[in-house]
């Protein structure tokens, strides 16, 4: 028996990036426009970046609180009371080493071997990956579509819970397909969750990247103190700040201990000099967001008008977070498919079957990055599909 077959069955299981062939093919391709990773092309801003410094040079670089410094946690009441009109305390807060961690720390926090969570596809695939490792099974329940675009048929939702389920994960707005749930869909699943006494895993990282209002509507429009919902979040997307590997769970105060010692046992906290500037990012970076919003909007305008124009892409302009998920007519392999377009184009995709099965005819288009590079990767794709037969 090999070293590698000695290992643990969950961790063999973990699935391999769909996305990580078609980028390692292309990542070295002079003049590669590059839309297949889920971030923008702007580093973090200074205001950001030197608060870290300064805390660093300060000698800020000592064990710290394993739940955040005090400041971080403060500093997030204040963002939450700004961006959802309630009142929050700083123990409704725990800082986390990203939001894959949140997510990971939630899941741990729920549900284990010979559990089922459900979640929503198709769906960034950390969370089902994260839940397989961790020995529970990820139940997928597929999102629908109508010429209205994307919507969660919260009935089916309630068909998969089994006395197995502990938890229904949603991620609204949604990666990739930027489907958004409306105040009556969550309010649906809550009380579903309720019902059934479930646990609810809300990932709203991209609540404020929303195009039909300041932000997305929010469970916590809807819940009461004592419902089970955990939420994750992470610094990444509006920040700039993906290298950074901070992020949040907000949670009912009770439950702090308890994530307090899931960070014991897993990274024992964050850098303090990179809290820093993480309290930083959410007292002064609320100008930087909306500037990112609406980039992004005009972005997604451009992509959608460029490629309506071909008659051969199908798709619906995103509610919200900053993808387009689109088939091509007469493409049914987004994986081969992408490697064309990379040889062809010029243009890095990010292929459907990353996304969950079911969802090979698509592919996933990252716009967050500079208007006029989103407007070139845009026209080249629109000849590469007015060609392609």
Same mark, same amino acid.
């Given at each position: 028996?090999?070293?590698?077959?000695?290992?643990?069955? &969950?961790?063999?299981?973990? =699935?391999?990036?769909?996305?990580?062939?078609?980028?390692?093919?292309?990542? &070295?391709?002079?003049?590669?426009?590059?839309?297949?990773?889920?971030?923008?092309?702007?580093?973090? =801003?200074? %205001?950001?970046?030197?608060?870290?410094?300064?805390?660093?040079?300060?000698?800020?670089? %000592?064990?710290?609180?394993?739940?955040?410094?005090?400041?971080?946690?403060?500093?997030?009441?204040?963002?939450?009371?700004?961006?959802?009109?309630?009142?929050?305390?700083?123990?409704?807060?725990?800082?986390?080493?990203?939001?894959?961690?949140?997510?990971?720390?939630? #899941?741990?926090?729920?549900?284990?071997?010979?559990?089922?969570?459900?979640?929503?596809?198709?769906?960034?695939?950390? /969370?089902?990956?994260?839940?397989?490792?961790?020995?529970?099974?990820?139940?997928?329940? !597929?999102?629908?579509?109508?010429?209205?675009?994307?919507?969660?048929?919260?009935?089916?939702?309630?068909?998969?819970?089994?006395?197995?389920?502990?938890?229904?994960?949603?991620?609204?707005? !949604?990666?990739?397909?930027?489907?958004?749930?409306?105040? &009556?869909?969550?309010?649906?699943?809550?009380?579903?969750? $309720? @019902?059934?006494?479930?646990?609810? #895993?809300?990932?709203?990282?991209? !609540?404020?990247?929303?195009?039909?209002?300041?932000?997305?509507? !929010?469970?916590?429009?809807?819940?009461?103190?004592?419902?089970?919902?955990?939420?994750?979040?992470?610094?990444?997307?509006?920040?700039?700040?993906?290298?950074?590997?901070?992020?949040?769970?907000?949670?009912?105060?009770?439950?702090?201990?308890?994530?307090?010692?899931?960070?014991?046992?897993?990274?024992?906290?964050?850098?303090?000099?990179?809290?820093?500037?993480?309290?930083?990012?959410?007292?002064?970076?609320?100008?930087?967001?909306?500037?990112?919003?609406?980039?992004?909007?005009?972005?997604?305008?451009?992509?959608?008008?460029?490629?309506?124009?071909?008659?051969?892409?199908?798709?619906?302009?995103?509610?919200?977070? /900053?993808?387009? /998920? %689109?088939?091509?007519?007469?493409?049914?392999? @987004?994986?081969?498919?992408?490697?064309?377009?990379?040889?062809?184009?010029?243009?890095?995709?990010?292929?459907?079957?990353?996304?969950?099965?079911?969802?090979?005819?698509?592919?996933?288009?990252? /716009?967050?990055?500079?208007?006029?590079?989103?407007?070139?990767?845009?026209? $080249?794709?629109?000849?590469?599909?007015?060609?392609?037969?």
């Amino acid at each position: 028996m090999t070293l590698i077959q000695n290992l643990r069955g &969950e961790a063999l299981a973990a =699935p391999e990036s769909g996305i990580v062939a078609v980028v390692n093919y292309g990542r &070295e391709r002079p003049g590669l426009i590059p839309l297949w990773a889920g971030e923008g092309d702007l580093p973090t =801003p200074p %205001f950001i970046a030197d608060a870290a410094s300064r805390a660093l040079a300060a000698g800020e670089t %000592f064990y710290t609180w394993q739940k955040g410094i005090p400041d971080l946690r403060q500093a997030l009441a204040r963002y939450y009371q700004r961006h959802f009109g309630r009142e929050f305390a700083s123990d409704d807060f725990i800082v986390t080493g990203s939001g894959m961690h949140a997510i990971q720390l939630a #899941i741990d926090a729920v549900a284990g071997k010979g559990d089922d969570v459900i979640y929503l596809t198709p769906a960034w695939p950390n /969370f089902a990956a994260a839940a397989g490792i961790g020995g529970a099974r990820a139940v997928p329940v !597929s999102l629908q579509q109508s010429g209205n675009g994307w919507f969660c048929d919260v009935e089916r939702i309630a068909a998969a819970v089994t006395p197995a389920t502990r938890a229904i994960f949603i991620n609204s707005p !949604s990666n990739p397909t930027g489907w958004t749930a409306d105040r &009556e869909t969550l309010q649906a699943i809550l009380d579903l969750a $309720r @019902s059934k006494g479930l646990w609810i #895993i809300a990932d709203e990282i991209y !609540s404020l990247f929303y195009y039909d209002g300041p932000r997305a509507p !929010s469970f916590l429009d809807i819940a009461a103190d004592e419902d089970r919902i955990l939420f994750v979040n992470s610094f990444s997307k509006n920040w700039a700040m993906t290298g950074w590997r901070v992020g949040w769970v907000k949670a009912h105060p009770s439950l702090q201990p308890v994530f307090e010692n899931l960070i014991q046992y897993s990274t024992s906290g964050v850098a303090q000099f990179m809290q820093r500037g993480a309290v930083v990012a959410l007292d002064s970076g609320d100008a930087f967001i909306a500037e990112q919003v609406e980039r992004a909007r005009q972005a997604r305008n451009l992509v959608c008008g460029i490629l309506a124009e071909t008659g051969r892409a199908r798709f619906t302009a995103p509610q919200g977070a /900053f993808y387009l /998920f %689109f088939t091509i007519d007469g493409i049914e392999q @987004s994986k081969s498919a992408a490697f064309d377009i990379i040889d062809q184009a010029n243009v890095g995709l990010a292929p459907g079957t990353a996304f969950g099965d079911g969802w090979e005819r698509y592919f996933r288009l990252c /716009f967050h990055r500079r208007l006029d590079q989103v407007e070139e990767a845009a026209h $080249r794709l629109a000849r590469w599909i007015t060609a392609a037969r």
